[in-house]
């Protein structure tokens, strides 16, 4: 009776239901990705997908290898050259600047700044503030008050260079005066006097030094006695 009432009635409106007490049966994953597959692709078509997405990863590899290699090389040119990566850097940046001066948008942004130099000089509020900028030079300049200025600068520029020059021969007519005058030769005959002296002083006494002594006068007394 107690195997009976396990038995799976197929009568019952619950046939083709899992019971509680079955364990979860293990899918394929496989299957499950086939059954994911994106929309409008059969099988055949996701397998020769898949098959070429690994052949262009596996040649991006090989591409990443061959250009290491090929920067080392390169790193090695560059220093057996004496090339610095200061002078890569500048090189770079050359070359950016480069490609800049003749890409399109620098072309069409110099052509739209010309375009808009020209609408601005050749309009009437700037040829009218030109005009007034140089109607207001000209009447400055040949105002009296700029001419007074003017010439009381270049005469008190000429003043200064007079008195100066006025200064400088003052001052050399007073130092003549003091190398005529009695004081400044009689100080001048002293400081000869002295300077003589003192020339004398050393030649007597080198004299001196050279001259025989008094004790050298007397004849050596040959054989002594003891």
């Given at each position: 009776?107690?195997?009976?009432?396990?038995?799976?009635?197929?009568?019952?409106p619950n046939k083709g239901l899992l019971s509680d007490a079955m364990t979860d049966v293990p899918v394929?994953?496989?299957?499950?990705?086939?059954?994911?597959?994106p929309e409008g692709l059969t099988l055949a078509e996701e397998e020769e997908l898949r098959s070429e997405l690994a052949k262009v990863e596996e040649e991006i590899g090989t591409l990443r290898q061959v250009l290491a290699a090929k920067e080392r090389h390169c790193g090695e040119l560059k220093r057996k050259l004496g090339l610095t990566p200061l002078d890569g850097l500048k090189q770079n940046l050359s070359k950016s600047w480069h490609d800049v001066q003749v890409s399109n948008a620098y072309v069409k942004t110099s052509e739209k700044l010309g375009e808009w130099?020209?609408?601005?000089?050749?309009?009437?509020?700037?040829?009218?503030a030109s005009s007034t900028l140089e109607d207001w030079n000209e009447?400055?300049?040949q105002s009296e008050a700029y001419k007074k200025t003017q010439e009381t600068l270049s005469q008190a520029g000429q003043k200064t260079s007079a008195a100066l020059s006025n200064v400088g021969s003052v001052i050399s007519r007073?130092?003549?005066?003091?190398?005529?005058?009695?004081?400044?030769k009689s100080f001048?005959?002293?400081?000869g006097t002295i300077k003589s002296?003192?020339?004398?002083?050393?030649?007597?006494?080198?004299?001196g030094l050279h001259s025989p002594s008094g004790a050298g006068d007397k004849p050596p007394q040959d054989n002594a006695p003891f």
């Open positions: 009776m107690e195997s009976a009432s396990q038995d799976i009635n197929l009568n019952s394929d994953s496989a299957a499950s990705a086939r059954t994911l597959a130099n020209d609408k601005v000089t050749q309009s009437d509020l700037y040829l009218s009447k400055i300049t007073k130092l003549g005066d003091m190398r005529n005058s009695a004081t400044f001048e005959d002293r400081v002296r003192v020339v004398g002083s050393r030649e007597n006494s080198t004299d």
